[in-house]
């Protein structure tokens, strides 16, 4: 009767264990050929950088290639419409920013609803933004900046990339929360915004503090802010715009996603994993040297983050979407 028992025990415990088996098994031996990064912006931009990075880091440890494809276009709802159509099995992932979650806002995309569709894996890195002027500008300051802009409303043009970008859209939420009203022109890229802002034919840029630093050494734009919670490690002299502004956060933000329904075993491996990468040293630096700050954390985290962004800019582009009426 003992053995029995014990016979009886042992073969529930068996069975107990059983469905874990699989998911361990597929976690053990994933990714067992390439893996695929859909990023959507063109080929030597700040995305596409961090994307083969990481990408690189993750071939090194796994054994396997992982290819960065750019697919650029809508904003990236193109490379990310590709990610959702893709079976949920790991080897296809999307490179996710900030505009994934502003453009639900302000882009009607029926193939492709970025919270049903993909499953977010890792943040990655935080790439803040500068607010700039022309020196021609009676504003040596954010506060001054800030009551010159309500002295004259709407007279102050501040240009960015797209109405999607997140630069764009911080200047929406410097508006909201400075109560003033600089006019945002839209601009298709940043280098155009640039050479207006320094010619004079607007009064200012908000740009990533990469494409900007140079033109701030030079004397050609005059940096008054940058929009992270923490200042610049490439510009520790500017301060922040929370500093003058309490609660100000605004960012072009990087991370990993993959399609809905990816098993949560490989989400887990590739959270880890890509974790272990941002912890590089040498990463570390390169992230650095391009304006940006790594974001370590777990899936649920990266959740948690993107659910709150996408809160925000919605409450940003309602307000934005009443001043232009």
């Known amino acids: ?105 302000v882009i009607d995309s029926p193939n492709f609803n970025f919270r049903r569709d993909i499953a977010p894996i890792a943040n990655a890195v935080i790439l803040p933004a500068v607010i700039t002027v022309n020196p021609g500008l009676p504003a040596k300051t954010l506060p001054e900046l800030i009551a010159y802009a309500k002295a004259n409303p709407d007279k102050v043009n501040i240009g960015a990339p797209g109405i999607g970008s997140p630069q764009y859209i911080a200047g929406e939420l410097f508006n909201m929360m400075a109560g003033v009203r600089l006019s945002m022109i839209s601009y298709r890229g940043g280098p155009p915004a640039v050479t207006d802002a320094i010619g004079g034919q607007i009064q200012g840029m908000i740009g990533t503090v990469l494409l900007l630093i140079d033109h701030v050494r030079s004397g050609g734009l005059r940096a008054l802010a940058v929009t992270s919670a923490a200042r610049s490690g490439l510009m520790p002299d500017v301060p922040t715009v929370a500093e003058f502004v ?22 887990t491996k590739l959270n880890a994993e890509v974790n272990v990468a941002l912890a590089d040293p040498e990463i570390k630096k390169r992230i650095s040297g391009l304006g940006g700050m790594t974001l370590p954390g777990t899936p649920a985290d990266f959740t948690n983050f993107m659910d709150s962004e996408l809160e925000k800019w919605a409450k940003v582009v309602r307000y934005a979407k009443a001043q232009t009426k």
Request: charged share 15%; no cysteine.
């Open 1 to 105: 009767m003992k053995l029995a028992r014990r016979r009886l025990i042992q073969l529930a415990a068996s069975v107990a264990a059983a469905p874990a088996m699989p998911s361990i098994v597929r976690a053990q031996s994933y990714p067992s050929r390439p893996v695929r990064i859909i990023v959507g912006a063109v080929a030597g931009s700040a995305p596409d950088v961090i994307a083969r990075l990481i990408g690189q880091r993750l071939s090194e440890r796994l054994g396997q290639p992982f290819v960065v494809e750019n697919r650029e276009g809508g904003n990236g709802t193109l490379a990310g419409e590709v990610v959702a159509r893709t079976p949920p099995d790991g080897y296809v992932l999307l490179l996710i920013s900030a505009s994934y979650t502003i453009d639900p806002n």
């Open 246 to 267: 309490p609660g100000f956060d605004a960012n072009q933000w990087i991370g990993i996603g993959a399609p809905a329904n990816t098993p949560p075993d490989i989400v």
